[in-house]
């Protein structure tokens, strides 16, 4: 699976262009997260910018008010679990080799969730792997209810449905 690609947006100031994302769309697609960019990070498609995520080499400071995304040693996952048809996800927990720094947010599907509500997160971490036990409801469509997801640096995906099957594999 390729890398996900999220819209940096330009805001220009005294003649120079800095870029933003926006993470998380909450009650009335209210922006949780604005995340100033590194141009470094970003790729041209065109006319517009993107970011690819999972970012490698990078650091994730609080500003006073937005985050700002800049050069570093670690690594930034963008998690993101998908919700049944006017249901919700939860992440249950995070784990990685190392202490993460995580920030949580919602993406409403629709303007007050009526639609679903997912549940997402920005991982910052030195590990080159996330794994995420969660559940979700709503209308399935006979995806599983709940499970553990591993999001690799790549930007590949891998979700286990059954963790027994994890321990089995190890003996082996």
């Known amino acids: 699976m390729a890398k996900k690609n999220l ?10 262009t ?14 949780e997260y604005k995340v100033w960019v590194d141009p470094s990070f970003l790729v041209q498609n065109g006319n ?27 690594n930034l996952f963008y998690v993101e679990i998908e919700c049944g048809f006017r249901g919700q996800s939860k992440i249950d927990t995070i784990v990685c080799d190392d202490d993460p720094t ?3 947010f919602d993406v409403y599907k629709s303007e007050r969730g ?11 971490t030195k ?7 969660w559940h979700r409801s709503g209308r399935l469509y006979g995806k599983p209810a709940e499970g553990l997801t591993i999001f690799y640096l790549d930007g590949r995906q891998e979700e ?3 963790e027994s099957i994890l321990s089995e594999l190890e003996d082996l």
């Open 7 to 16: 819209w940096a947006h330009p805001k220009t100031v005294e003649g120079k």
């Open 18 to 31: 800095f870029y933003y994302v926006e993470i998380g769309k909450g009650f009335h697609y209210r922006v």
């Open 48 to 74: 517009l910018f993107d970011l690819p995520v999972p970012v490698k080499g990078c650091d994730l400071k609080q500003g006073k008010k937005d985050l700002v995304l800049k050069k570093g040693d670690k």
């Open 102 to 104: 995580i920030y949580y």
């Open 114 to 124: 009526s639609l679903g509500i997912n549940q997402g997160a920005l991982v910052l």
């Open 127 to 133: 590990a080159d792997r996330v794994k995420v036990r």
């Open 160 to 162: 286990i449905e059954d």
